[in-house]
């Protein structure tokens, strides 16, 4: 008990030493957070040159970007977007999902979920974009077609055979590129019916038929397969 005893003295002894206080803790964390760094994924544009893109494209233009992916492979086909804002770091596109819709229609599995539906925030830091073009708009598209054209591919064309049609819905404001096989065609060659087996080169289970008028409906171009 002498040494407990002798502890009590001295502290009675210092009764102004004050006992030090170990509520405070001080720690030292070896780990700065480190800044992120814009990463351009190899054969993507640099992301200046992305901002200047679309600062001169501007809001309410649509446009077409085709993306590199995490893997380094190039996205299958591009994202068509209404660019709806633009910010110091990013833009916000409207998703255009005209060949979404037509191919759900057509299938129960969600291969084109990857375009998704509202609107998306691409930030130019990400360096995953390779291509921007600008989307052309139905009178300028209308201005470029050969009608005479169109006719003589459909006359050289028969039912049966494969094509490639690409064409504008005036609806959805939007081009589609379809690929299937004629099924029907008129003898004056401006009115054909194609039955739809892929959108965009993705598959679909349930096939479409579509009716195409030359004249009437923009179709932009036919293509044998």
Do not use: C
């Not at 700065?32 to 494209?57: C, D, F, N, Y």
């Not at 709806?84 to 599995?109: C, P, V, W, Y």
Request: no cysteine.
């Amino acid at each position: 008990m002498k040494i407990y005893r002798d502890y009590f003295i001295r502290k009675e002894a210092n009764p102004l030493k004050e006992s030090p206080d170990h509520s405070r803790r001080y720690f030292f964390w070896p780990f700065s957070r480190k800044k992120t760094k814009s990463v351009v994924r190899s054969g993507a544009l640099q992301p200046e040159i992305v901002r200047k893109s679309i600062q001169e494209i501007g809001v309410g233009k649509q446009i077409e970007i085709m993306r590199i992916g995490y893997d380094g492979e190039l996205d299958d086909m591009p994202i068509s977007v209404e660019i709806i804002d633009i910010a110091n770091d990013h833009f916000t596109g409207k998703i255009i999902n005209l060949e979404r819709q037509m191919i759900e229609s057509a299938t129960r599995k969600l291969i084109y979920a990857k375009k998704g539906g509202g609107t998306l925030d691409f930030f130019f830091k990400d360096g995953d974009i390779k291509e921007i073009s600008v989307s052309k708009d139905q009178e300028l598209l209308e201005q470029e077609r050969n009608i005479v054209g169109l006719k003589e591919i459909l006359a050289a064309l028969d039912t049966g055979d494969p094509v490639i049609v690409a064409y504008f819905d005036d609806k959805q404001k939007g081009t589609i590129n379809t690929e299937g096989v004629i099924t029907h065609k008129d003898e004056s060659n401006e009115t054909f019916t194609l039955q739809i087996e892929k959108i965009n080169r993705i598959e679909l289970e349930k096939k479409i038929s579509k009716t195409f008028d030359i004249k009437q409906d923009l179709v932009i171009d036919i293509e044998m397969v």
